[in-house]
């Protein structure tokens, strides 16, 4: 007969009982991905999600950093706002602009009749922090 090593509770066991967990309680990236609904990729790489390291080659992550990004997201000045080439190219020319009175007429001539609703909302909220840099000429 095969006998195989207790390895402890399995992935599914943490994540039922995720809400009991001590915040310095370390998961597995599995656990974290099934938790957040992020990629294990995203889970890897994100800036807000330290390493915690149990041993030489092994890592996890601490439950309190879990909650906090699921109850809190990502700090505002960290995400990323994401539109259409056309919508890149009229940021930068906007950015670019010498004056407030300029870049406005640059806004202006954009025809933004093929942008949709949802990216014509990024594109404004864009706009506006880039005119609030600009200098008043």
């Known amino acids: ?16 009982n995720f809400d009991d967990l ?16 992020l990629s294990s990729r995203t889970v890897r790489d994100h800036p807000h999600l330290p390493r915690i390291y149990t041993s030489a080659d092994r890592y996890g992550y601490r439950v309190g950093d879990l909650r906090r990004l699921l109850t809190k997201g990502m700090p505002p000045e960290q995400i990323r706002l994401r ?11 906007v950015q670019a602009a010498p004056s ?33 840099e600009l200098q008043d000429n």
Request: one cysteine or more; glycine letters at 4%; a neutral charge.
């Open 83 to 93: 539109v259409s080439p056309p919508c890149q190219r009229l940021l930068s020319e």
């Open 22 to 37: 001590p915040n310095s309680a370390v998961v597995s990236t599995n656990v974290a991905v099934v938790v957040t609904g």
């Open 100 to 132: 407030r009175s300029e870049a406005e007429h640059i806004i202006a001539a954009f025809d933004n009749s093929r942008v949709g609703a949802a990216e014509r909302e990024k594109l404004q909220a864009l706009l506006a922090d880039a005119l609030a």
């Open 1 to 16: 007969m095969l006998r195989t090593a207790s390895r402890g509770p399995s992935a599914f066991d943490i994540v039922r």
